[in-house]
C-alpha cells in the first residue's frame, strides 16, 4: 500500500527530526560552547542590571527590573541544553560531566531562583527584589565554585 509507506515514512522523518532537536543540535563542541556562554553572557549582563539597581548603583526603574528579571528567567533555561555529552571546554569544569547530576541539579536550583526573583519583579517590590536577587547571586556563585575555573 503506498499511502501506508508514505505515511510511516513521514512519521520516522517526523520522529527522527524531533529526536535531532534534543540531541543533535550542534555540529561541533564549539558550537556548543559558544551557545552556553553566549546565553550565560547575555544573562549575566540583565543580572548585573538588576544588581546595580540592588546595591543602589543605578536608580530603581520598575519596568527595566522587570524585563532584565523576565530576559534571565527566559535565558537561564538555554544553556543546559549545550553541556551534553562530547562537549568539555570551555570554562566549564571536568566536574559538569562526571559528577552531572549535581551540575543538573544546581541547575535547577538557579532556575528556581530566577523565576522568584521574577516574580519579585513583576510585582514591583523592591524589597523583595533584593532578597531574590541575593538568593539567585548565591545559587549562581554556588555553581561557579564547583563547575566553572576560576
Ligand atoms: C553576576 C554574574 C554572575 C553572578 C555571580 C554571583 O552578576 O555575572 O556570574 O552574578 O557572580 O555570585
Known amino acids: 500500500m503506498k499511502f501506508k509507506r508514505i505515511f510511516l515514512m513521514t512519521l520516522i522523518s517526523t520522529l527522527l527530526a524531533s529526536a535531532g532537536l534534543a540531541f543533535a543540535q550542534f555540529k561541533k563542541p564549539e558550537d556548543a560552547i559558544k551557545y552556553r556562554q553566549s546565553a550565560l553572557t547575555v544573562m ?42 562530547g562537549t568539555e571546554g570551555g570554562n566549564a569544569l571536568p566536574a559538569v560531566w562526571t559528577d552531572n547530576a549535581k551540575f543538573k541539579s544546581a541547575s535547577e536550583k538557579m532556575q528556581l531562583a530566577v523565576v522568584d526573583l521574577n516574580k519579585a519583579a513583576q510585582s514591583g517590590d523592591l524589597e523583595n527584589i533584593k532578597k531574590a536577587f541575593g538568593a539567585a547571586g548565591a545559587s549562581c556563585k554556588g555553581c561557579h565554585d564547583d563547575f566553572k575555573k576560576k
Do not use: H, Y
Open 44 to 85: 549575566a549582563n540583565s543580572f548585573g542590571k538588576i544588581g546595580a539597581v540592588v546595591k543602589g548603583e543605578a536608580p530603581f526603574n520598575k519596568d527595566e527590573v522587570a524585563k532584565n528579571a523576565a530576559v534571565v528567567a527566559t535565558l537561564s533555561t538555554l544553556p543546559w541544553q549545550a553541556f551534553g555529552p
